[in-house]
């Protein structure tokens, strides 16, 4: 296969060809980066879609003036947001607690919330999932790459020095090929950091509509409480 490219041909696929085998490994590893990178990027972008949406619907009937109960029925079985999750759990505590009757009903706040709260922090962990293999993609590739670079231009000279020759032709091709492994770092990194930083804003801002509706119908269901226990 390196017979096959010429000397002067400086193609990507050319350079690979031509490096030195530990920068071969690093640049798959940069690439392997990269496609994951990338893969994390559009599933977090459709996930967070997604559960906007949900949000805005489930919003949209809650608001609406319906029944607690009746939504309760038609979501309990299959709640298919994470809005919807939250919802269901702390209705399924304050159903057990108000059917049990005054057995459940002392305490029946503090379980309401804290159902809820168990629920948050699932639908939280599920949010953020993978957004620290970004974080880790765009702090590490860059040194990754520069590594290879360094070993490349290490190699270059080595070669320099055992063929005694120092013009530009020799020294040309391995420090271009050195340099695609610090191009191919940036490459993974400059995504991967853009992307963190705006789905981690886009995450705390779903995190925070979760916690908002979690503390307003713990509110609703609190004033039911008290109009019981009255």
Do not use: C
């Not at 789905?199 to 119908?217: C, I, M, V």
């Amino acid at each position: 296969m390196l017979a096959l490219v010429s000397a002067d041909d400086f193609t990507l696929m050319a350079l690979f060809m031509k490096a030195h085998w530990f920068v071969k490994i690093v640049i798959v590893v940069l690439a392997v980066s990269s496609v994951w990178s990338w893969a994390v990027i559009f599933e977090k972008w459709l996930q967070f879609g997604g559960i906007r949406r949900g949000i805005n619907r489930f919003e949209d009937t809650f608001w609406s003036g319906k029944a607690l109960d009746q939504l309760y029925d038609e979501i309990a079985a299959l709640p298919n947001n994470s809005i919807e999750r939250v919802f269901v759990a702390g209705m399924r505590e304050w159903r057990r607690s108000v059917d049990s009757g005054a057995g459940l009903f002392v305490g029946a706040r503090d379980r309401i919330d804290r159902a809820m709260n168990v629920a948050l922090a699932r639908e939280t962990e599920a949010v953020e999932n993978r957004l620290g293999h970004l974080a880790s993609i765009g702090a590490t590739t860059p040194f990754i790459g520069l590594l290879g670079t360094v070993w490349g231009i290490k190699t270059s000279f080595e070669a320099i020095a055992i063929s005694e020759n120092t013009s530009l032709a020799v020294v040309a091709p391995g420090i271009a090929e050195a340099l695609v492994a610090t191009a191919l770092g940036l490459f993974a990194a400059i995504p991967a950091v853009i992307a963190y930083n705006q789905l981690s804003g886009g995450a705390n801002r779903l995190n925070g509509r979760l916690e908002n509706f979690a503390d307003e119908f713990a509110t609703i269901l609190s004033r039911q409480l008290d109009k019981r226990g009255a």
